[in-house]
């Protein structure tokens, strides 16, 4: 070959190669760490993802990872990915540090950390500002969700920031301020009861100021779960439903797949899911559907995927969710007088249960249709329960 020919020839090689290099397609978008966020008195790393192209004025939620967990993992793991890719959201993944707590969780039960305006709280809740300056994300539409002592969070996040959160969901964890003042242990292993005002009264007294409408809440719970026992489930159920201004008793109850059963309080303002058979972990299901999220691995546990149904439920699918209700306190409604007299029991709550008024789970019995805890469930603790319905009892008479 003539070198003028090679050389033409290694000019075309060089040009289209330097096209295809000029063509290639931006770096996808992966979870990056950001520093410079804020005071950060928590002592806390902040991890974001923004999906390619992410719009202005889009949604953003935290994730908080359980104990012995962090940042990437749970964001790989947890299923939220695919929604903020296909939903167009931003991820905000605080990380816990073994230098602040021995087993990296988020310290739910120290007074410094889940108050307004100081710890860990307010690092979160700058994060949260840094995305709305930086990424432009909607200060209306940003929203929460944890495990375990990241579920403990979320609930602080609700109950210190209503003003920020406009819904959340807490994934085996525990009512806002059950610790303190009691001890951990009281509040993971045998779980603590208070009536609704009490536990609502706790929210409140979080943010005394405000006004406006308090975060609606989606919890989940494992039925066999024994690191933070299911009775936590109905404990956040009586706090938030009374935060909310709604009744204990569900609106509506579904059953959904992977043996998880649905109950709706109010005008969709809180949710209980419940998983038979599941024990402690993020509820997930590895596949293609559209209704299938995440991968399993230590705490994220392969049932359904909670993370599509929250963001249904939080409205980032671009479905309208109702309207938020502004009532800070629950109130009486009227009932109809009965025709005849209602039907009372009184017996152990192992009897209860035997006869089928009441089911057991983590060691405490539940009236049937209300949910009401009634205590242990054993042959020793009585109860009376009342009959207000098919299959629905409530307790006292």
Not at 123 to 150: C, E, H, W
Not at 343 to 358: D, F, K, L, Q, W
């Amino acid at each position: 070959m003539r070198r003028s020919s090679l050389l033409t020839l290694l000019t075309r090689l060089t040009g289209a190669v330097a096209g295809l290099v000029l063509a290639a397609p931006a770096q996808a978008a992966t979870l990056t760490q950001v520093t410079g966020f804020g005071s950060n008195p928590g002592n806390l790393a902040m991890y974001a993802y923004r999906p390619d192209n992410l719009p202005a004025g889009a949604p953003a939620v935290v994730l908080l990872h359980g104990c012995t967990q962090n940042a990437s993992g749970y964001f790989a793991n947890s299923g939220w990915r695919k929604y903020a890719d296909q939903w167009r959201f931003a991820l905000i993944v605080p990380q816990q540090s073994s230098a602040n707590q021995q087993l990296s969780c988020f310290n739910w039960f120290v007074e410094q950390d889940i108050t307004r305006g100081s710890g860990e709280a307010l690092s979160i809740k700058q994060m949260v500002d840094y995305a709305r300056n930086n990424y432009g994300t909607d200060p209306g539409r940003v929203f929460v969700s944890g495990l375990s002592a990241g579920g403990g969070m979320s609930a602080v996040m609700l109950a210190t920031y209503p003003d920020v959160f406009s819904a959340g969901s807490v994934v085996a964890g525990l009512p806002y301020r059950c610790s303190p003042p009691a001890t951990t242990n009281a509040c993971q292993f045998q779980g603590v009861n208070k009536t609704p005002q009490e536990w609502g009264n706790l929210v409140r007294a979080a943010h005394p100021g405000h006004t406006g409408p308090r975060p609606r809440v989606a919890i989940w719970h494992g039925t066999s779960d024994s690191t933070v026992v299911p009775a936590n489930a109905t404990e956040l159920r009586d706090q938030w439903t009374n935060v909310r201004g709604v009744s204990q008793t569900p609106t509506s109850t579904a059953s959904l797949p992977a043996n998880t059963s649905l109950e709706v309080y109010g005008n969709n303002d809180v949710r209980v899911y419940r998983i038979a058979g599941m024990g402690h972990g993020t509820p997930v299901d590895p596949g293609s559907a559209a209704d299938q999220c995440g991968t399993t691995a230590p705490y994220i546990l392969d049932t359904i995927c909670s993370a599509y149904h929250d963001a249904v439920f939080f409205g980032l699918d671009g479905g309208t969710q109702p309207s938020p209700t502004a009532t800070a306190s629950p109130t009486a409604s009227p009932t109809a007088s009965p025709t005849t007299a209602p039907t009372c029991v009184t017996a152990s709550n192992y009897a209860h249960v035997g006869a089928g008024r009441a089911y057991q789970s983590g060691g405490y019995a539940y009236a049937n249709g209300s949910n009401q805890r009634m205590g242990l469930y054993n042959t020793f603790y009585t109860s009376t329960l009342k009959q207000t319905g098919p299959n629905h009892w409530v307790v006292g008479c």
